[in-house]
């Protein structure tokens, strides 16, 4: 099994129960970069124009002029900003796309409630204070497949299921859902964080942003709580 070295585990068994310690990119872009350049070449044409035409006599004002260069030079910069504005995009995306591939074969945490059982299924939790837990897991059905009450201690803790009911039936393969209450010694009510922990089996690197698949369903990298290593 994996678990977190910084975080005591709760064993689990059929009808057992016991103590432990308690754990995009803009799309208007493009069509941002054509108007600047559309912008950018109508003025260069109307300055040329200007010049070409201007009475001799009486010439375009210097200062005039000199804002009129101002303005095409900011245009010109505007235009160079966007391409490396781009640039830093794709190398943005491909940096996320190598993070997400380091994280395929790791056991990770993300948010979450339902777990993929396969042998065994793990959960984590973090409770902000002592107390008493009652853990109840269900499938896909509603239908209860285990539950025990817990004294728990302020902190992150694991919980470990190995597939088997209270009257030691042996569950089958499926996705299970863990649902946790508590109360503290005064009989108020605690609320306990719940996640999920598997083991990350692909990379969708043609979605943007890239997605892992963990127990079949997708995650990105941003939803990752933490890394934990195999024990």
């Known amino acids: 099994?994996?678990?977190?070295?910084?975080?005591?585990?709760?064993?689990?068994?059929?009808?057992?129960?016991?103590?432990?310690?308690?754990?995009?990119?803009?799309?208007?872009?493009?069509?941002?970069?054509?108007?600047?350049?559309?912008?950018?070449?109508?003025?260069?044409?109307?300055?040329t124009t200007q010049l070409q035409n201007q009475n001799p006599l009486d010439p375009l004002d210097t200062n005039q002029f000199t804002a009129q260069l101002v303005q095409f030079a900011q245009v010109e910069q505007q235009l160079k900003m966007n391409d490396q504005m781009s640039s830093l995009v794709a190398l943005q995306k491909t940096a996320?796309?190598?993070?997400?591939?380091?994280?395929?074969?790791?056991?990770?945490?993300?948010?979450?409630?339902?777990?993929?059982?396969?042998?065994?299924?793990?959960?984590n939790f973090n409770a902000p204070s002592n107390a008493t837990a009652t853990i109840t897991i269900t499938n896909s059905a509603g239908q209860t497949a285990y539950s025990g009450s817990y004294a728990v201690s302020s902190g992150n803790a694991s919980f470990v299921w190995d597939g088997k009911g209270n009257d030691g039936t042996q569950w089958p393969a499926g996705n299970y859902k863990m649902t946790v209450t508590a109360k503290d010694a005064s009989g108020n009510d605690v609320a306990i964080s719940t996640e999920i922990q598997g083991v990350v089996d692909s990379v969708d690197l043609t979605a943007n942003p890239a997605l892992l698949s963990m127990g079949g369903n997708n995650y990105t990298v941003?939803?990752?709580?933490?890394?934990?290593?195999?024990?």
């Open 222 to 231: 941003d939803q990752i709580k933490r890394v934990v290593r195999a024990s």
């Open 1 to 47: 099994m994996a678990v977190d070295a910084t975080s005591p585990i709760i064993p689990t068994s059929a009808a057992a129960s016991g103590s432990a310690s308690s754990g995009s990119s803009s799309s208007s872009t493009p069509n941002t970069a054509a108007s600047l350049a559309s912008n950018f070449q109508t003025f260069l044409t109307l300055l």
């Open 96 to 123: 996320q796309s190598t993070q997400a591939l380091t994280f395929v074969g790791q056991t990770v945490a993300v948010d979450g409630s339902t777990a993929t059982f396969n042998g065994s299924a793990t959960w």
